[in-house]
């Protein structure tokens, strides 16, 4: 097991430009433009080594994204401010839920209608858990109760609204923690719940690689129709 979370780990930290600096590049030349009165020929710009993001030395919570990055990382540390956890117990819990959004991920693919921010929330449960001196069993039933409320979650792109999306799925994995310490947890059969953590997650994952193929496709094409048909 703890080679597949190496494994997964090396996937995950590939270099990748993040959004914002491009941006402030194009506006930083389109200030020059409007001060200058005309296009400039050309700009001399200085990045920090920053701009690549996903790598070791970043500072900014990135588990697939900034919107999962944020859910995995905001949520434990948060709760262990408030329980004033020792440091290294808080850097482990991160680790588990930082490792438990990739491994929930690792099958469903890059790409998928399937919302990121449920298997952030997944985590920063499994996190939170950990962070209590939780057994195993109450953090794996923690992930399978979040997935079995709010695994229907779809990704619209990004947008405001994701915010709340954070909101609905860490309030989920809050609730899913409460239940799993009290014993309960969604039973085989219980919709797309199965005997256990291992075989729900290869269930969750089936349905963001295969079932919600055709479910992003019509999510892009109602997305860019002016008049969407039905809408």
């Given at each position: 097991m703890d080679q597949r979370y190496i494994t997964l780990l090396r996937e995950e930290r590939i270099p990748a430009l993040g959004c914002t600096e491009p941006i402030a590049i194009a506006y930083a030349a389109a200030t020059a433009a409007r001060t200058l009165g005309r296009a400039p020929q050309h700009i001399l710009c200085q990045c920090s080594g920053n701009i690549i993001k996903n790598v070791q030395s970043v500072s900014v919570p990135n588990s697939g994204s900034g919107n999962q990055g944020v859910t995995v990382c905001l949520p434990v540390w948060v709760y262990a401010q408030e329980r004033k956890a020792a440091p290294e117990l808080l850097y482990r819990a991160l680790a588990v839920s930082n490792l438990v959004a990739i491994y929930q991920k690792s099958s469903i693919g890059r790409l998928s209608a399937f919302c990121g921010v449920v298997g952030a929330a997944c985590g920063c449960g499994a996190g939170?858990?950990?962070?209590?001196?939780?057994?195993?069993?109450?953090?794996?039933?923690?992930?399978?109760?979040?997935?079995?409320?709010?695994?229907?979650?779809?990704?619209?792109?990004?947008k405001p609204s994701c915010a709340a999306k954070i909101a609905s799925a860490v309030d989920a994995a809050l609730l899913g923690y409460q239940l799993a310490q009290q014993g309960y947890v969604f039973a085989d059969g219980d919709g797309l719940m199965k005997d256990g953590i291992e075989k729900t997650l290869r269930c969750i994952g089936r349905l963001g690689r295969d079932g919600m193929r055709g479910t992003d496709e019509e999510i892009l094409h109602l997305m860019l129709e002016d008049d969407a048909v039905g809408c």
């Open positions: 939170i858990a950990f962070l209590e001196g939780r057994s195993d069993q109450v953090i794996g039933n923690t992930v399978i109760n979040t997935l079995g409320n709010i695994s229907g979650m779809v990704c619209d792109g990004a």
